[in-house]
């Protein structure tokens, strides 16, 4: 495992990195991206190294276990708020791995070069990020119809040694401090779409490549006291642009073919140990909300209060709904041919919808308890480094047992989670985690146990008639 200096050095590669209308010299400096790299780089120096059973390819219920247990420690780390680490990823290339009956489909150089790859990312622990989706350009459209076939990310050359890419691929979220970005396609692709129907990888400094910012939270961020979770843990999310970049033959995977681009997804591990990091690290988010929310009662004395309990009763019920699912998909792991154990399928996509509904639920909860509280606060910290302000806060913003720095730091914890940009960002990324709603309302209808369902209905049916 390598540290988290090793890690922060490895950035100073020439990356194409663009923000607020200029390139960025150095990831590591600049203040839209330096905290988010160093929470990173605490990652690679965590005791234990949890990071190593990222890489995991499962072979039981108890090496779930084993997994979620240090995906719970790294996420931990940011309180569930950053989304995209290298552990993510991670669980994709062990599910592409494990599965060589799937990626037998295609020529077994291909296959090849996906174990090379995850062995590589597993020894020298890398961080890789992906852009899966396509631009929101023409969604009437598939790929090869839009009006340039050069808008979305795809083939535009082949060489002896390797094919150049060219388009636009979203959402490459922490792709500015990552090493590598995976470049593929999960929609749902059609014949005509082969250009676009890969599995690639490109180094973060790819000539040619070019990583486009939103805006940075963390560099509007007045202070780590006033915005704990932006400045620290904004990820970002990006366009990359892929200007005839060239990927060497050996970082090549699926190469235009439309059937298994889907398969590589859907038919090995990769979905399911993806999602199921995805909802280890939504329950962390929600253990920490539930927790400020009941500090929050208990500051304002009215935690002994049977409204607020049933509030937070209902907070408990969703973070302890997620928490249950998650290690249900260990109890109700299924072993495929190859021997991968996938999480539990009608728990992993139950999840998932609830991930969609219920996030908004809970936030809108922990707002009713902080009440006015929240937009009542000092404009930053240096309103107490000012003696005659300080006097005032300390005698009208304060909590029985909670000094006014106390009170304030706690609520300003409170809408950095719930109410700033930074947590607008999550509201919409939890939301939309998953794609539109619909497909992952399409999963679930697809593997629930409809059959067993169908069952009892027969059974209750077939237990009376007309006298």
């Known amino acids: 495992m390598r540290t988290g200096t090793e890690y922060l050095a490895s950035l100073a590669d020439g990356r194409n990195v663009f923000i607020d209308g200029s390139r960025v010299d150095d990831v590591t400096a600049h203040p839209a991206f330096c905290e988010a790299a160093r929470s990173i780089a605490r990652l690679y120096d965590l005791p234990g ?70 062995e590589r990312m597993r020894d020298e622990s890398l961080y890789v990020a992906y852009t899966i989706v396509p631009p929101q350009i023409d969604r009437s459209k598939p790929a090869h119809q839009q009006a340039d076939p050069t808008l979305y990310a795809g083939v535009v050359g082949e060489r002896d040694d390797g094919i150049v890419i060219r388009g636009a691929q979203m959402l490459g979220t922490g792709a500015a401090i990552a090493d590598y970005v995976h ?17 690639v990888v490109v180094p973060c400094n790819a000539a040619g490549m070019k990583i486009y910012s939103r805006r940075g939270y963390a560099a509007a961020a007045t202070s780590t006291f006033d915005y704990p979770l932006a400045s620290r843990f904004d990820e970002t999310d990006a366009l990359i642009v892929y200007d005839d970049v060239f990927v060497p033959w050996e970082h090549v995977f699926v190469y235009k073919d439309v059937a298994l681009t889907r398969a590589a997804f859907f038919e090995t591990a990769a979905h399911a140990l993806g999602n199921n990091q995805a909802q280890i690290r939504f329950a962390v988010k929600l253990k920490f909300l539930a927790g400020i929310a009941q500090a929050v009662a208990e500051m304002n004395g009215s935690l ?59 936030l809108f909860a922990l707002r009713d308890l902080c009440g006015g509280g929240l937009i009542q606060l000092p404009s930053s910290v240096a309103d107490f480094a000012n003696p005659a302000i300080a006097a005032d806060l300390e005698r009208y913003v304060q909590s029985p047992g909670s000094t006014s720095v106390e009170r304030v730091k706690l609520l300003k914890l409170a809408w950095d989670a719930i109410g700033s940009e930074f947590a607008g960002r999550h509201l919409q990324y939890e939301m939309f985690y998953s794609g539109a709603p619909f497909v992952t309302k399409t999963h679930m209808y697809r593997t629930y146990d409809f059959a067993g369902a169908r069952e009892l209905v027969r059974a209750a049916l077939g237990g009376y008639g007309i006298p």
């Not at 260990?330 to 919808?353: F, K, R, S, T």
């Open 304 to 362: 002994a209060l049977p409204p607020v309990q049933g509030a937070l009763g209902d907070i408990a019920g969703i973070a302890a709904t997620v928490e249950g699912l998650v290690r249900a998909q260990e109890a109700h792991c299924a072993i495929d041919d190859d021997g991968v154990a996938w999480p539990g399928n009608q728990e992993l996509y139950a999840n998932m919808i609830v991930q969609g509904q219920r996030y908004d639920e809970l």
């Open 49 to 118: 190294a949890p990071l190593r059973d990222a890489y995991l390819i499962p072979r039981s219920g108890a090496d779930l276990t084993r997994r979620r247990e240090a995906l719970w420690q790294i996420a931990a780390a940011s309180f569930g708020f950053m989304g995209r680490g290298p552990e993510h990823v991670a669980g994709f290339f062990a599910g592409f791995a494990g599965a060589p009956r799937v990626f037998a489909r295609g020529p077994a150089r291909f296959y090849d070069n996906v174990v090379r790859f995850y």
């Open 183 to 199: 470049l593929s396609c999960i929609i749902p692709l059609r014949p005509g779409d082969e250009n676009y129907a890969i599995s």
